[in-house]
T-cell receptor
Framework: RKEVEQDPGPFNVPEGATVAFNCTYSNSASQSFFWYRQDCRKEPKLLMSVYSSGNEDGRFTAQLNRASQYISLLIRDSKLSDSATYLCVVSNRDDKIIFGKGTRLHILP | EPEVTQTPSHQVTQMGQEVILRCVPISNHLYFYWYRQILGQKVEFLVSFYNNEISEKSEIFDDQFSVERPDGSNFTLKIRSTKLEDSAMYFC?????????????FGDGTRLSIL
C-alpha cells in the first residue's frame, strides 16, 4: 500500500457541482493531515488542516477517519477558480512529510 | 502577509557543476524544509532543519546534497555535482513549529534545469 494514496483523477465537473476527494494513508502513527492545492507549475498552498472532529471553512469541508486511515475533502458550489491539483499531505511523528500524487480538478463553465 | 522567498526563480546549470538554491523563510519561523518536484510527479520531501541542524532527511538527500543557514535569514540547499535527474522544481518551506503541529508555508520554488 502506498504511503499516501489519492484518487488518480482528473475530475471534470460543471461549475456549481459538489466535488469529493479521497485520500488514504498507510502509517497508523501519522499525526497531522492537511489538504494543499497546487496550481499548474506553482508552489503548494495550504488549503486547510484536517482535524479529527472534521472541520469546515466556507465551501470546504475536511474529514478524518483514523480507524480507516482515510481523509476526505468536499468542495461545495464549485467555482472556476477551484480548478487546481489537490494534494493530500500526511505528517508523521518523525517530522517526515508525505505528499500524495494529487488529484487534478477541472471546473467546467 | 509574510511569505517565503526563493532565488533564483530559474537556474540553468551544466551537469557536474555545483548549484546553490537560496531561501528566506518567514522571519519568526523555526523549522525549515526543502522539497523537490520533478515535472509531472509528486512533491517529495528532501530535508527538515531546526536549530542549525538537520532533523530529518529522505533517501533522496544523499551526500551530494547539503543545507546551511549561513546567517540569520537565509537557508540554502547545495547540490555538489549536479546530475541530469536533479532537474526539478525545488521548494523551500518554513513553519513556526514542527510540521506535525503546524502547516508549512511554501516559497514560489526554483526551477533547476541541468544540461
Amino acid at each position: 500500500r502506498k504511503e499516501v494514496e489519492q484518487d488518480p483523477g482528473p475530475f471534470n465537473v460543471p461549475e456549481g457541482a459538489t466535488v469529493a476527494f479521497n485520500c488514504t494513508y498507510s502509517n497508523s502513527a501519522s499525526q497531522s493531515f492537511f489538504w494543499y492545492r497546487q496550481d499548474c507549475r506553482k508552489e503548494p498552498k495550504l488549503l486547510m488542516s484536517v482535524y479529527s472532529s472534521g472541520n469546515e471553512d466556507g465551501r470546504f469541508t475536511a474529514q478524518l477517519n483514523r480507524a480507516s486511515q482515510y481523509i476526505s475533502l468536499l468542495i461545495r458550489d464549485s467555482k472556476l477558480s477551484d480548478s487546481a491539483t489537490y494534494l493530500c499531505v500526511v505528517s508523521n511523528r518523525d517530522d517526515k512529510i508525505i505528499f500524495g500524487k494529487g488529484t487534478r480538478l477541472h471546473i467546467l463553465p | 502577509e509574510p511569505e517565503v522567498t526563493q532565488t533564483p526563480s530559474h537556474q540553468v546549470t551544466q551537469m557536474g557543476q555545483e548549484v546553490i538554491l537560496r531561501c528566506v523563510p518567514i522571519s519568526n519561523h523555526l523549522y525549515f524544509y526543502w522539497y523537490r518536484q520533478i515535472l509531472g510527479q509528486k512533491v517529495e520531501f528532501l530535508v527538515s532543519f531546526y536549530n542549525n541542524e538537520i532533523s530529518e532527511k529522505s533517501e533522496i538527500f544523499d551526500d551530494q546534497f547539503s543545507v546551511e543557514r549561513p546567517d540569520g535569514s537565509n537557508f540554502t540547499l547545495k547540490i555538489r555535482s549536479t546530475k541530469l535527474e536533479d532537474s526539478a522544481m525545488y521548494f523551500c518551506a518554513s513553519s513556526e513549529e514542527m510540521h506535525s503541529n503546524q502547516p508549512q508555508h511554501f516559497g514560489d520554488g526554483t526551477r533547476l534545469s541541468i544540461l
